[in-house]
């Protein structure tokens, strides 16, 4: 572990960051739990609070874009990965998550400067892909047993960065008419006010436009939109639990039956999201 580079404040503190969190200690070694306040507004304090911000914001974007590859399921060339694993952010990102390489699944550990990823198996035991193998993200739709994985991660003290395992999935029934175009939306009576869902579905991260809170999901290289109405944009209406939907490239909406897994999953949780419904792991859907 990098020891942290210690920075003099005002006489008798310092201040260090660790990852993204300002910490700071008297001369004499002691950490203290907050950052005072006369450190925190002083010529060093406002610069390492400049410099947080910049690092959380870079954070944040590194997390985003590891979440985009696992709903879009590309492979990560080895070349790229050998690029950014030693960037913190981004090795905390993709450590521990579910990924494909080599042909084989496993937990991503570590990558090597040549871009050569080190993952362990379901089984517990290591194994290395060869040279140059891409890694790919699981989505947990696609995991015959995202509890088992779970497990194995428990097991070995690891935790993600990015919502994978503990990702809420669903899956269709069989009783869905696959040639329909949608499905209604279920919402709690306290779901809120439109505007409510719309700022639901930014925090989130969704795309919001023409009413709908939006997602693009490609799967099996098949790009797919993901649509839940919002409700009336009308200030003070309630919202109204609509329909959702998917689209394709070319704006028509697609039958539930060539919907798959994962732009499913996504699209449902999406909804849940937005209309404040709890997260059921697993849940099926009608």
Same mark, same amino acid.
């Given at each position: 572990m990098t020891p942290l580079a210690w920075v003099p404040a005002i006489p008798g503190h310092e201040l260090a960051l660790d990852g993204t969190t300002l910490t700071c200690r008297k001369t004499d070694g002691r950490v203290l739990k907050s950052v005072p306040g006369a450190v925190r507004t002083s010529r060093v304090g406002r610069r390492f609070a400049a410099l947080q911000e910049q690092l959380a914001g870079h954070e944040k974007e590194c997390r985003a874009a590891v979440e985009s590859w696992l709903l879009g399921g590309v492979p990560i060339p080895a070349r790229l990965l050998a690029r950014i694993w030693p960037d913190p952010s981004w090795r905390t990102g993709l450590r521990h998550l579910v990924v494909r390489a080599g042909g084989r699944a496993g937990l991503l550990q570590e990558v090597s400067e040549d871009g050569r990823a080190r993952i362990r198996e379901l089984d517990g035991a290591p194994y290395e892909p060869p040279v140059g193998s891409p890694v790919t993200l699981v989505h947990p739709a696609?995991?015959?047993?995202?509890?088992?994985?779970?497990?194995?991660?428990?097991?070995?003290?690891?935790?993600?960065?990015?919502?994978?395992?503990?990702?809420?999935?669903?899956?269709?029934?069989?009783?869905?008419?696959?040639?329909?175009?949608?499905?209604?939306?279920?919402?709690?009576?306290?779901?809120?006010?439109?505007?409510?869902?719309?700022?639901?579905?930014?925090?989130?991260?969704?795309?919001?436009?023409?009413?709908?809170?939006?997602?693009?999901?490609?799967?099996?290289?098949?790009?797919? $939109?993901?649509?839940?109405? *919002? !409700?009336?944009?009308? &200030?003070? +209406?309630?919202? =109204?639990?609509? /329909?959702?939907?998917?689209?394709?490239?070319? $704006?028509?909406?697609?039958? *539930? !039956?060539?919907?798959? &897994?994962? +732009?499913?999953? =996504?699209?449902? /949780?999406?909804?849940?999201?937005?209309?404040?419904?709890?997260?059921?792991?697993?849940?099926?859907?009608?």
């Open positions: 696609l995991l015959d047993d995202p509890a088992a994985w779970q497990r194995l991660l428990e097991e070995h003290g690891g935790t993600q960065a990015v919502e994978q395992l503990s990702r809420s999935v669903h899956r269709q029934r069989e009783g869905n008419d696959p040639a329909a175009t949608g499905i209604g939306v279920e919402a709690d009576e306290d779901s809120g006010q439109y505007w409510s869902t719309r700022s639901r579905a930014a925090e989130h991260g969704f795309g919001v436009r023409g009413g709908f809170a939006v997602l693009r999901i490609t799967e099996r290289g098949v790009t797919l $939109e993901a649509r839940c109405r *919002l !409700g009336s944009g009308e &200030p003070g +209406a309630p919202a =109204e639990p609509g /329909r959702l939907m998917w689209v394709d490239e070319a $704006e028509r909406p697609v039958p *539930l !039956g060539e919907v798959g &897994p994962v +732009a499913w999953s =996504e699209g449902r /949780r999406m909804a849940e999201l937005v209309y404040g419904a709890p997260a059921r792991r697993g849940a099926e859907d009608r």
